[in-house]
Nanobody, 117 residues
Framework: QVQLVESGGGLVHTGESLRLTCAAS????????MVWVRQAPGKGLEWVAG???????FYATSAKGRFTASRDNARNRAWLDMTNLRPEDTAVYYC???????????RGQGTQVTVTS
């Protein structure tokens, strides 16, 4: 079955950076896009960034210029490099199977990112 495990979250200060990792198994990773989504306290899921199966990255406005999405199909891994973090980036971050920016049904358990001012 599809398994997605996120890691790399933590507590950082404004302006600092984090790298999130998504370890995938149970499906042909190289045939699917992957999307990073987040959920801030009291809010719904919001897509942030993603990669196509071939590795092209795409970003929501909130992430452009600060976040970089990448992947390695040989290692079944996806990453989200986040720089210049802001308190409004505080959320649980998930990786989701597929390139849809509206359907996040198949996602992992998430990793908490907390940015303090």
């Amino acid at each position: 079955q599809v398994q997605l495990v996120e890691s790399g979250g933590g507590l950082v200060h404004t302006g600092e950076s984090l790298r999130l990792t998504c370890a995938a198994s149970g499906f042909d990773f190289g045939s699917y896009g992957m999307v990073w989504v987040r959920q801030a306290p009291g809010k719904g899921l919001e897509w942030v960034a993603g990669t196509t199966a071939g590795g092209d990255a795409f970003y929501a406005t909130s992430a452009k210029g600060r976040f970089t999405a990448s992947r390695d199909n040989a290692r079944n891994r996806a990453w989200l490099d986040m720089t210049n973090l802001r308190p409004e980036d505080t959320a649980v971050y998930y990786c989701s199977k597929g390139a849809s920016t509206a359907d996040f049904t198949e996602r992992g358990q998430g990793t908490q990112v907390t940015v303090t001012s």
